[in-house]
């Protein structure tokens, strides 16, 4: 089922119709009354007002980004759009629906991410109603459906990530938040079409690892970012011995052999890899002595 548009004309011009009308049928008692006609045409006036007072049900108003959905004895008839005051067949019954953007932030989801670890995931979503139609009576209550199609949607799409990628090429949670909210926004559209509803965008707003496994994830993390300081240090190191024992053999300042030189890169390298500082050591003998 479609939206379209819904029988209304100008509220302003109608209420003058109905003043006028009413005014008619006091004429008519006036005109009875001074027995300028016979008793009985008095009923048109009574008529008359009944219209009148009957007609005035069929004022609504629309504010600004909000629609109203008509139905005539059950059967959809349309949807206003127009503000102001308006006025359509009183038999018609009349449903607000809001169109404004809203938003709202889904609880703190417990779920396994694709290498099986827990991890808790929330998110914010931002929609708003685009078919009156769909979303009065293609689901029972349109916001529920919002709110439970998108925990639905951000289960599924946790279940598809990592939480951290092990491969710089592949795209994890943490990693990548432009492509899985993204994703995330698509998961999400596709469930809440059939209701009227568009989904303007979708951020997760809380990612973490469960309780159970947050320590023992934070050791991890450290240990990886302690080995990937300690590549860099020796990296470094390494270049830098290599750069020491050029300039020795090109400047001439010593000429060492292989033993000597081992010895040498050794003591570079637990100089510049050592955590703590080193203590000098004066050699006055040879390595052969």
Known sequence: MNERNGFSIAGIPFIAFCFLLALSGVGLYLYVGIGGAPQWVSLFGVLIHVLTAW???????????????????GKYAGTVRVEGLRWTNPFCTRLRISLRVR???SGKLKVNDSDGNPIEIAAVVVWQVVDTAEATFCVDNYEDFVHIQTESALRQMAQSYPYD???????????HGEEINNHLRDEIQARLGKAGVQVAEARISHLAYAQEIAQAMLQRQQAGAIIAARGRIVEGAVGMVAMALDKLRSQGVVDLDEERKAAMVSNLLVVLCGE??????????TLHN
């Open 165 to 175: 990628a092990h491969d710089d090429g592949k795209p994890s949670l943490r990693s």
């Open 103 to 105: 938003n709202f932030e």
């Open 55 to 73: 007609s005035l049900k069929g004022f609504f108003q629309v504010a600004p980004n909000q629609g109203q959905v008509l139905q005539l004895f």
């Open 276 to 285: 703590r500082g080193t203590q000098p050591v004066i050699n006055t003998g």
